[in-house]
């Protein structure tokens, strides 16, 4: 069972009571980008196993949305985080370097 | 005007805890910046009590205001007086970033009374009711089986629960369910 700490309400929340939102960070292309980058955006996610970056909403809750660094294989969860972000937090990516090491943000970006 | 009646008109059903539909409440829902002096002013004029704390319900006789968000709160009261409070809060408020909306009749009330109170709602939500977790005045929003729910507890034996009118009957099948006789756990 996946717990995660709501950062608004302080809930640990538990996963029937939050919702997923997919993959975070994504950056919108909109008027103006070409049609790689706008399919790109539209289609392609990362699928990482190991840590991954995702947008949750807690549902059964207050109702916001939030990130959650965790793995996916072993669901360990290394912190979750406001929405109001582009980029993690220096805390969140300490904490996921401290268990990997060989972790980058620029590598997850890039994965498919 | 309509001769107004709540969900369920006071459905009551005993197991090992008491569950009764609690009939009509004045419901507010204020959004807005709960650190606004205005707003904290505006919420203590009609209710009577400070904005609380998070994941609080603070109460006073037949008026409580509970956290639901980091910018929304429940203002209770009685439910002659909702509409009156309704138009204080809004005008209260003028010229702030803020909602105030009467909810009243979207909604359904319940109590659940009696030492298996925590036992039944622990049956059927994902969370950590037991006496050190769950203290008098927590507030907490979450799912009731498969509905959105909001509980706390009053006292030391009684919550009092918030749903969706239309999920009134859902709910009160699935307490009065729980509070079985003979289903006790006696884990909590």
């Known amino acids: ?112 | 005007m309509s001769n107004a009646v709540s969900a369920l008109q006071g459905a009551t059903s005993e197991g090992f805890a008491m569950i009764t539909e609690a009939g009509l409440r004045g419901m507010i829902t204020l959004r807005g910046d709960l650190s606004s002096a205005k707003l904290k002013k505006a919420v203590k004029s009609a209710a009577g009590v400070d904005v609380p704390a998070q994941r609080a319900c603070n109460s006073a006789g037949a008026k409580a205001v509970a956290w639901m968000s980091p910018d929304e709160l429940l203002v209770m009261v009685p439910y002659a007086e909702v509409v009156d409070a309704t138009s204080r809060l809004a005008k209260a408020l003028e010229g702030e970033h803020a909602l105030a909306v009467n909810v009243s009749d979207a909604r359904a009330v319940f109590t659940i009374e009696g030492e298996g109170g925590r036992e039944v709602l622990a049956k059927l939500s994902p969370v950590d009711l037991s006496r050190e977790a769950f203290t008098t005045g927590m507030f907490r929003r979450t799912r009731l089986a498969q509905a959105a729910v909001a509980f706390w507890l009053r006292d030391e034996t009684t919550f009092e629960l918030v749903c969706f009118r239309s999920e009134a009957q859902y709910v009160f099948d699935a307490l009065s369910m729980s509070a079985k006789p003979g289903s006790e756990v006696g884990f909590l």
């Open chain 1, 1 to 112: 069972m996946l717990i995660l700490e709501c950062p608004y309400c302080g809930v640990k929340a538990e996963e029937t009571e939050l919702h997923g939102g997919g993959q975070a960070h994504i950056k919108r292309e909109t008027v103006g980008s070409d049609d790689d980058a706008f399919e790109h955006y539209l289609f392609t996610r990362a699928n990482p196993r190991g840590v991954h970056l995702e947008r949750w909403r807690h549902a059964n809750g207050c109702g916001k949305w939030f990130h959650a660094a965790r793995d996916t294989t072993t669901l360990e969860v290394f912190g979750t985080y406001s929405a109001q972000t582009y980029v993690p937090p220096k805390a969140i990516i300490d904490a996921i370097t401290a268990k990997r090491p060989d972790w980058s943000l620029n590598d997850w970006q890039g994965a498919t």
